[in-house]
């Protein structure tokens, strides 16, 4: 497969993670306002989060675009590292890059991200979060074991 189908199948799959990730929230906001599920030690709380990570930096303006500066960083890592076949690489980043994209969406539109995962002793998080810390690693999977994660494959 050449890079450039590579590229156009990643970008429709970011695409779908992105959608599944900004419906999840749209759910949650829609069902769980005045609702909380619970099983055990996992449930749907929803939660609204100014910050970025737990909470950090609430309320303050220059995350955003920080934030951006940050998402078109992991997304050049992933062309490059695409290009260059490293894919565990690519793959990770672009997990990332999509978790990344689906957050920065809910900061620019409502100004706060849209939290409902809950697992307890933990805290509460979304499909995003999931992404990026899947991408994160795998990303780190392919620099540890190249030859097992698809480094230059």
């Known amino acids: ?4 189908s590579a590229l156009f199948r990643w970008s429709v799959l970011v695409a779908l993670m992105i959608l599944a ?14 609702h909380v599920v619970t ?13 970025v990570a737990f909470g950090l930096f609430g309320g303050r303006q220059w ?11 992991v997304c050049v890592a992933a062309i ?7 894919r565990g690489l690519a793959h990770g980043f672009l997990l990332v890059f999509a978790g990344f994209a689906g957050n920065f ?36 999977l392919a620099l540890l074991f190249p030859h097992q994660w698809g480094f230059h494959a």
């Open 1 to 4: 497969m050449n890079r450039l």
């Open 21 to 34: 990730d900004q419906g999840t929230k749209w759910m949650a906001r829609r069902f769980l306002l005045q």
């Open 39 to 51: 099983a055990g030690p996992v449930g749907l709380v929803l939660t609204m989060n100014k910050g």
């Open 63 to 73: 995350v955003v675009p920080v934030n951006a500066v940050l998402g078109l960083g």
């Open 80 to 86: 490059v590292a695409l290009h260059r076949g490293d």
């Open 105 to 140: 969406i809910d900061r620019v539109v409502a100004g706060q991200v849209t939290d409902f995962l809950w697992v307890r002793g933990w805290s509460v998080f979304n499909v995003a979060d999931c992404l990026v810390t899947t991408g994160a690693i795998l990303c780190g």
